[in-house]
């Protein structure tokens, strides 16, 4: 084995059950000082395949090399004392310590108790790499970059030489991502090894090396980034020739469909998690919603749709397509929103916990739509067709229309929401990052029933974290700072940085 080498998986297979095999005969190499980039369609094994690296899986069959050694990771800590670390999507951190104090989380109690050294330490850190860290702040007084951060710090901290982000820039602004970027050449330089999983392929050629590809679970091949291009990629991600632009058809018709007037909210603690919004939507147009997580989407989108409370002063008005009348949303539920002829579809930021029911199957979350029409228990012929018809057209990949959706992966549960929401006729349709999780593919296909919406007539409201996609997506683009509508934009003719920057910095009143 190559001196260069710091770790090699060979013929790595794991198996969940009889029936799912995240990775089968999988050989990829990781060389030392080097940035290499994992790709490949929702459920290609790719976080399964750096979870036996990190020690959270341990693989049925195969071997794993480090620095030309055999080694057996059994645990997360096993892997941190090979020098191997993984930064989650989902961070493992502690809201109520401070950043000094979750580096310390899990160290030798006689180290730990040194908080001044381990402050110091994570200074030397930042200095060294570029990173920027207040040792003393509370991790909930800190942003998702500041978090993310803290995250790398704390595994550079433990020794770390081989590093696995996944999906390190998914709620970063563009500003951000770039800093990340330049942290990420410095540790590069300094002879560490980076793999990243994402499917944000424009970056995946800005800022690695090499690219190493599954598909359905198997090794495709590694390919030196400086030869590949966007299309090359995807073709071999998933197998075939793929259109990737995205459409945009003009606006027709634009007619006003919903007002938004002074719109606030409190959050469970009493603050404003949305402060005085007011915007129109349009059917025959997508409105994008941009800001980094937090900035008062969620509670946007679930005010409308009668989820949420409003405070006194707030108004949302919808305008019916077939007779011009206006009714006022606020201070309805969501049944009284349905009773009163609204048609109004959401598919929610968390798919599980308010989209659909996990414990049941595809059929009877689409019964969940209809329920209030009495006889839905009597009628089981309709959803059925309609969750083949959204297996089919989306790819669901399932044992069963009846199989628990909590036992699908997080892509195909969003197929499965999307798709039963679109199927309603809405004429309003508000999404919270419908793509998330999924691949290359089937976000396309999901941006095209969007489009199609968008044709009919519907306001469809998309709120998205990636701003390239809005930008090609949408025609126009309120941006969210802080709870607070920071701007709208033309998404034809604004730029990824006057987004990033209505993004982060609040523009004061009158301005």
Known sequence: ???????????????????????????????????????????????????????????????IFVDGKEVHIESPKDAYALGI????????????FTATE?????????????????????????????????????????SVSQKQTLEIVKTLYRGANILILDEPTAVLTPQETDKLFDVLRNMKADGKSIIIITH????????????????????????????????????????????????????????????????????????????????????????GVAGISGSGQKALL????????????????????????????????????????????????????????????MTDNMMLKSYQKGVVFADRKTPKNLANQVKDELEVVTPSIQTPVRKLSGGNVQKVLVGREIAAEPSVLMAAYAVRGLDINTSYTIYRLLNEQKKKGVAVIYVGEDLDVLLALCDRIAVLCAGRLNGIVDARTTTKEEVGILMTNLRKEGE
């Not at 989902?90 to 109520?96: A, S």
């Not at 108790?113 to 007084?141: H, L, P, Q, W």
């Open 1 to 63: 084995m190559e001196n260069n080498v710091a770790v090699r998986m060979q013929h790595i297979t794991k198996a969940f059950g009889t029936k799912v095999v995240a990775n089968k005969d999988v050989t990829l190499e990781i060389e030392k000082g080097e940035i290499l980039a994992l790709l490949g369609e929702n459920g290609s094994g790719k976080t399964t395949l750096m979870n036996m690296l990190s020690g959270i899986y341990h693989p049925d069959s195969g071997e």
């Open 85 to 96: 670390g993984m930064i989650h999507q989902h961070f493992k951190l502690v809201d109520v």
């Open 102 to 142: 979750n580096v310390a989380l899990g160290m030798d109690k006689s180290k730990a108790k040194n908080r001044n050294a381990i402050a110091k330490g994570i200074k030397e850190i930042c200095d060294r790499y570029g990173f920027s860290v207040s040792t003393d702040r509370k991790v909930y007084n800190m």
């Open 200 to 287: 944000k392929l424009h970056e995946v050629l800005a800022i690695s090396d090499r690219v190493s590809i599954l598909r359905k679970g198997e090794f495709i091949g590694t390919v030196p980034t400086k030869e590949a291009t966007v299309q090359s990629l995807t073709e071999m991600m998933v197998g075939q020739k793929v259109v990737l632009d995205i459409e945009r058809p003009l606006i027709e018709n634009k007619k006003k469909r919903l007002v938004v007037s002074h719109l606030s909210c409190l959050n469970k603690y009493g603050v404003r998690s949305l402060d005085d919004v007011s915007f129109d939507a349009y059917g025959g147009e997508i409105l």
């Open 302 to 361: 679930e005010s409308i749709a009668g989820l949420q409370e409003a405070q006194d002063g707030s108004s949302v008005k919808f305008i019916d397509p077939k007779t011009g009348e206006e009714s006022e949303l606020v201070g309805k539920n969501v049944l009284q929103i349905k009773q009163m002829g609204v048609a109004l579809s959401f598919v929610p930021e968390d798919r599980l916990g308010m989209g659909l029911v996990g414990s049941m199957g």
